[in-house]
């Protein structure tokens, strides 16, 4: 997203780090709000954010499939996660929307949480995670600020044996 702040300090998003880094992603998981959202884009000419990349739409809804790399699954998000995606994907990364990044959380299925804070504050939309059942903590593992005002935030989740630090 472009802002009009500047932040004299920040660093440059640099596209061939943006880049280097949408390349260590190996799918993506996401609801149907978001993948609609994704597909709105897509035909305001902001193309598809997600590449060629296997991209797995939680939704019981039939909704429109515009490209083969799109997957859509009603089931259980663990089974999704620890019996089809775990052994074929080693960067599994779950895009948008707080109804799946709130189960994400509650099923243990989080690494790490990564926050992009804009310097823009919008007065209505969609909770970071919904409905956690408790308090989950995370370790504060990288922070970097960009000329935009943006501050890209990354947190690894705590007791998750991957990432305990």
């Not at 998003?13 to 597909?39: H, N």
């Not at 884009?41 to 990349?53: I, L, N, Q, T």
């Not at 089974?79 to 080693?90: G, Y």
């Not at 959380?105 to 804009?118: K, N, Q, T």
Request: glycine residues 10%; contains cysteine.
């Amino acid at each position: 997203m472009e802002t009009s702040d500047e932040f004299a300090g920040g660093e440059n998003l640099d596209p061939e780090f943006v880049e280097s880094f949408l390349k260590t992603i190996d799918c993506y998981v996401m609801g149907s709000r978001t993948y609609e959202t994704a597909l709105k884009f897509e035909a305001k000419g902001f193309g598809w954010s997600y590449g060629d990349k296997p991209t797995f739409v939680l939704t019981s809804r039939n909704l429109p499939r515009t490209r083969d790399t799109v997957q859509f699954y009603s089931g259980d998000l663990a089974e999704l996660v620890n019996r089809q995606l775990r052994p074929k994907f080693r960067s599994i990364w779950f895009v948008g929307g707080g109804a799946v990044s709130g189960e994400c959380l509650r099923l243990g299925l989080a690494d790490e949480v990564r926050y992009s804070i804009l310097p823009i504050l919008i007065g209505d939309g969609v909770q970071f995670f919904e409905k956690l059942d408790r308090d989950i903590a995370l370790h504060l593992a990288e922070v970097k600020a960009y000329k935009s005002g943006t501050v890209e935030l990354c947190y690894h989740v705590r007791g998750h044996t991957s990432t305990e630090q």
